[in-house]
């Protein structure tokens, strides 16, 4: 099975119970189509990409500037459909968290991270992960299926829903950035994701550039050229280890895609500049990869790529295996990174106190007991042996 269409065997429903097509996640083509498939003139997909994507409605009653028996015939055929909010949770740091549940019963999670100056949206792919990143809570739960282009939108709609951002303003926005970084490896789901990004792009309707929208992938080496080529939008490679040796144990995908091959395709990303660098992602376990012989490796392994580095202390979670390095050993590798020319940040953990922080999203947080344990690392090896495969 091809990167682009991993586990697309798992297919979810695309109709409500009256049999209603969903409209979130078409095409400006395949909306147009739809009008002509009901005996509508094809400009109706414009109006109704204005009403959906700008304006954010989800009744046609509303949609005025259709005719009454337009929006009947509308009604009768289709639905404007959100995920429900099974959950809504706020940090004390205003991050909130938001788990959804899709149309089949399957969930996923969103996080809105407020800043100053921005307002990220943290979106997620699929519904479980492809992945065993032994430091990701998400590697821990079962991919189940990838999430549809609807279900990507969706994610980015609700949450302007919740911050009654509809229509979007052109400045000040709350929900301005765009992280495709939650549950799910995206590069396993491309068609799906760049399909939503393209419509989250579009300028008629979220309008969200693609200057702010970052894409985050483990390392698959395939698809990336492809994204940079299509998308163009930021790209952020987590990283976490600077040998195939470590890397191979923290992020098995590696032993599929190691270190040189990753870091060509980086060199060789579409757009690619000074002034448009690729951000590569570096959790920091304690006593793993956290010392200064580890720095000095990683500035020598990102030699010739225009880059940052984002040092994320480890966000700790039921059953982890590792803990967070010392914030002494975190200032001494950044200084080392850093003064190579390299700007190398340390994150700060946003929403740990709802489970919200890079690498602790799941479906439900969990106490674990021993069988739960034994479960998980069941999960870990079947999808250790998929990659093998």
Not at 5 to 32: C, I, M, Q, W, Y
Not at 167 to 190: K, Q
Request: charged content about 25%; some cysteine; overall charge neutral.
């Amino acid at each position: 099975m091809s990167a682009s269409n991993h586990a697309s065997a798992f297919v979810p429903p695309a109709t409500d119970a009256d049999g209603r097509k969903n409209l979130v996640g078409l095409s400006r083509e395949e909306l147009e189509g739809e009008m002509l498939s009901i005996g509508l003139e094809k400009f109706r997909a414009r109006q109704l990409w204005h009403w959906i994507y700008h304006r954010g409605s989800t009744d046609f009653a509303e949609m005025t500037t259709l005719a009454k028996p337009v929006r009947e015939k509308l009604a009768d055929a289709y639905i404007v459909a959100r995920p429900t909010v099974v959950k809504d949770l706020k940090s004390a740091d205003g991050t909130r968290k938001w788990l959804l549940r899709m149309p089949d019963g399957q969930e996923v999670e969103s996080v809105h991270i407020p800043e100053e100056d921005r307002g990220t949206l943290c979106v997620s792919s699929q519904v479980g992960c492809t992945l065993t990143c032994r430091f990701c809570h998400t590697g821990t739960q079962r991919l189940v299926r990838n999430l549809d282009s609807a279900e990507i939108v969706a994610q980015v709609m609700l949450a302007r829903d919740m911050l009654g951002e509809w229509p979007a303003p052109p400045d000040g926005r709350m929900l301005s950035n765009i992280v495709m970084m939650g549950m799910g490896e995206p590069l396993f789901n491309y068609d799906n994701v760049a399909k939503a990004l393209k419509i989250v792009m579009d300028g008629d309707g979220i309008s969200i550039s693609k200057r702010r929208i970052t894409l985050s992938t483990s390392g698959v080496v395939p698809m990336m050229e492809r994204c940079g080529q299509e998308l163009n939008v930021n790209l952020a490679v987590s990283l976490h280890a600077v040998t195939d040796e470590l890397r191979d144990i923290i992020m098995p995908i590696n032993r599929k895609y190691p270190l040189r091959e990753l870091m060509d395709a980086c060199r060789n990303y579409p757009g690619l500049s000074n002034a448009r660098r690729i951000t590569f992602e570096y959790v920091m376990l304690k006593g793993i990869n956290d010392t200064p012989a580890d720095a000095r490796a990683l500035v020598k392994l990102l030699e010739g790529v225009p880059a940052k580095i984002n040092l994320i202390p480890f966000n700790e979670w039921p059953g982890a295996p590792y803990e967070r390095s010392t914030a002494k050993a975190i200032q001494v590798f950044g200084d080392i990174v850093n003064n190579a020319g390299y700007a190398s940040p340390v994150r700060t953990p946003r929403g740990e106190d709802i489970m919200a922080a890079c690498g602790q999203l799941k479906s439900a947080s969990l106490r674990l007991t021993a069988a739960e344990r034994a479960a998980i690392a069941n999960v870990i090896a079947e999808k250790d042996a998929a990659l093998a495969s």
